[in-house]
């Protein structure tokens, strides 16, 4: 028996994981004790994992057209068919879709081969769905996108506010940590501010069920307190920021007294009178954040917002003290480090960082290969969808992700995948709604299978190792990318032969004329480069920066103050507070995950043990709104909108408040027919974030 130390594939906690195996199969996993993020622990998805392979399922043979082929013939069409696209509409008629499952090696690929070779932007993920708000916050107040806390910030604070996020269920290796704290130091308060009375309440020493919606004015009211009630850190505002006047100003444009905040949040006074009062007074305050905050068409300006109030106090960069948002994906934030998003040209630099074009053009540059890289920014996921519909984009490569299913308005995405000329999807398993769209499926290796990195919610790079050799005529995503860029003439830019390769060249590029501005020092993660395939191999797992400054790694940012803007100031925000224009008639349709489940269950519906937790799709809503519409426990009902229709089982709870709605996003066509979750989602999105506003769709509800 073997036992090989990896990373859990699943959430953005980043979990070590030891799997005992033969070379056939893995027989068990626990959880790793050496490993930081999770010291052993690890929840039921992740203890599961080994029920989830085997051969069976599994897309072992890429087809053309309908047609299984071999590999090098299905390698031989992706390139042909790319280069007549590229003579006949341009390179800017191509776009790749990837995805926060991806490794980080895969997506530094990805993002060379699109950006820099084939020259086109339009180069987005996934992780648009899950975070993007919280980068473009991160980029408003700090200047980078850079996450400050670590996860021992966690169980160091003595006031940790969870904002839009069932972390129990979603995140639960933390919950663990989190309510294993506060064991040991009851004096740990927690806060729970969401909609629904999730899993979550069950630490919680109060609970705000605010509308939703409400965010905004609970933070802006909450900056408004800290003024009133000498709650602010002048010091560090005069010294470290710039715009509190501004923020604080727009804060106290609405009413903003306690009684009047609660009753548009829909809140009782004392409840937000005393969360008020708790963070006034304690200085080692985290605010976690998730999905809740950031799948808002104002998703950018709640971040900004619970950062303003961390600003305005003080309560940055020191142990237990922080603004959190914790990612949904393993390597949501690898991605983030290469460039993997639209508006992100590579390496953590904008389009418009100075000098950014010209110094990656040169790091890219071979003797015989000068890259094209764009000028501008590309389509975000929705905007991208968009382009298919109008023509603009003629081939799209689908990387290791579902979006028939996944991404909002599921029905027009499913018209625009098939409109679309050449749709290639790399997969790994055969229950992937969007296979049924591709010109081309090229089979991918999965986790079992991949060696590479990923990065977890706190900065922290982990390494997973393979353990199996891929099925049937599985590859990895970076071989099949290098392969393809090969055939269009790109081939002396992508001569890897292993993982360890792209890594260095990744930690290289981190460095290269790396100046420490526009908070470049921050990604830094040059330290790290030169490792050969031994030392690739015995990585322990290191939060980034990780340079000559750190080179043990960097647990929490801006201990110094010293933030990545210009000035080096953080910045606070205004945020104009917007009234709800919600339709009385029609219910607000919350959406989130489960405890047993994975995005669009391809892979975590392959275990019996996860499948018992929730057996079918279902609705919850609140006792007396199915009292009023004569639905029962268990009654099959439908929900109904202009784009869709959704069936589920009515689970009746009183957690849920009156006149909103909570599905499950996981179940796709391979395992209902009882409809998607993201048939009745919207395509709204944040202004500046592009990311759909996931949970406040309107519809209406009716038992059958
Ligand atoms: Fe995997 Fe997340 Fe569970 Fe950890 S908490 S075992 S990373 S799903």
Request: net charge neutral.
């Amino acid at each position: 028996m073997i036992t090989t130390a990896t990373t859990c594939p699943y959430c953005g906690v980043g979990c070590g994981v030891l799997v005992q195996h033969d070379r056939q199969m893995p027989i068990a996993v626990s959880g790793d004790r050496a490993h930081p993020a999770n010291f052993g622990r690890l929840c039921v998805k992740g203890s599961a994992l080994h029920e989830t392979l085997g051969e069976h399922g599994r897309v072992l043979h890429p087809r053309v057209d309908g047609v299984e082929t071999r590999w090098d013939d299905a390698i031989d069409a992706v390139v042909t068919r790319l280069r007549a696209t590229i003579e006949r509409h341009g390179a800017e008629s191509v776009a790749g879709y990837l995805s926060g499952q991806l490794l980080t090696e895969d997506y530094y690929v990805a993002n060379k081969l699109f950006k820099g070779f084939i020259g086109t932007p339009h180069l987005d993920t996934n992780s648009r769905l899950c975070m993007a708000s919280a980068v473009a916050g991160h980029k408003r107040a700090f200047g980078a996108d850079a996450v400050p806390c670590c996860y021992e910030d966690l169980e160091q604070a003595r006031l940790l506010v969870i904002v839009g996020s069932n972390l129990a269920w979603n995140h639960p290796v933390l919950f663990q940590r989190v309510s294993e704290a506060k064991r040991r130091d009851p004096a740990l308060k927690v806060v729970v501010i969401d909609p629904r009375m999730t899993e979550t309440c069950e630490i919680a020493d109060l609970f705000l069920g605010l509308r939703t919606g409400g965010d905004i004015r609970l933070f802006n009211g909450l900056l408004a307190y800290l003024s009133r009630e000498d709650g602010l850190n002048r010091d560090f505002i005069r010294t470290h920021t710039e715009g509190f006047e501004e923020a604080l100003a727009e804060a106290q444009r609405a009413p903003d007294t306690v009684a009047e905040i609660a009753k548009a949040c829909g809140l009782a006074p004392t409840s937000v009178e005393t969360f008020y009062r708790w963070f006034a007074r304690e200085p080692r305050v985290v605010t976690l954040f998730s999905q809740g905050t950031n799948q808002s068409d104002r998703g950018t300006d709640r971040v900004n917002a619970i950062i303003n109030c961390h600003l305005a106090g003080g309560r940055i960069g020191y142990p237990g003290a922080g603004p959190f948002s914790i990612t949904g994906q393993p390597n949501a934030m690898g991605g983030r480090e290469v460039g993997g998003l639209a508006n992100q040209l590579a390496a953590h630099m904008d389009y418009h960082t100075p000098g950014a074009l010209e110094r990656v053009t040169r790091f890219w540059a071979t003797p015989a290969l000068t890259p094209r890289l764009p000028s501008a920014p590309g389509h975000k996921a929705v905007a991208l969808i968009e382009a298919l519909e109008r023509g603009e984009i003629q081939a799209l490569w689908v990387m290791a992700t579902n979006p028939a299913v996944s991404l909002p308005d599921s029905q027009r995405v499913r018209r625009a995948l098939e409109r679309c000329p050449l749709v290639i999807v790399s997969e790994a398993m055969e229950s992937a709604d969007t296979l049924a769209y591709a010109d081309i499926v090229l089979p991918a290796s999965s986790w079992a299978e991949k060696d590479g990195t990923v990065t977890n919610s706190e900065r922290r790079i982990s390494r997973q190792r393979g353990m199996l050799p891929p099925p049937g005529e599985a590859r990895h995503d970076w071989q099949a990318l290098c392969e393809v860029a090969a055939g269009l003439g790109y081939g002396d830019a992508f001569d890897y032969q292993a993982p360890w390769q792209i890594f260095d060249e990744h930690a290289r590029l981190s460095g290269f004329e790396n100046d420490d501005t526009h908070g470049r020092r921050l990604f830094d993660i040059s330290a790290l480069a030169g490792l050969d395939a031994a030392g690739y191999d015995a990585l322990a797992p290191i939060q980034w920066p990780v340079n000559a400054r750190a080179p043990h790694g960097t647990s929490r940012l801006f201990e110094d103050a010293r933030f990545a803007t210009p000035n080096h100031r953080a910045r606070l925000v205004p945020i104009v507070d917007e009234a709800d224009t919600a339709a009385d008639r029609d219910f607000i349709l919350n959406t989130g995950r489960i405890r047993d489940q994975w995005h669009t269950m391809t892979r975590t519906a392959r275990s019996t043990r996860l499948n018992r937790h929730r057996a079918e799709p279902f609705v919850e809503l609140h006792p007396d709104d199915a009292a009023a519409l004569k639905i029962r426990q268990d009654a099959l009902v439908r929900l109904d909108n202009p784009r869709g229709s959704f069936l589920g089982r009515a689970r009746l709870m009183p957690g849920q408040r009156r006149g909103e709605l909570f599905v499950p996003i996981h179940w796709n066509h391979h395992f209902t027919t009882a409809g998607l979750a993201s048939a009745l989602t919207e395509r709204r999105c944040d202004p500046i974030s592009g990311q759909p506003a996931s949970k406040s769709a309107r519809v209406r509800i009716m038992a059958l």
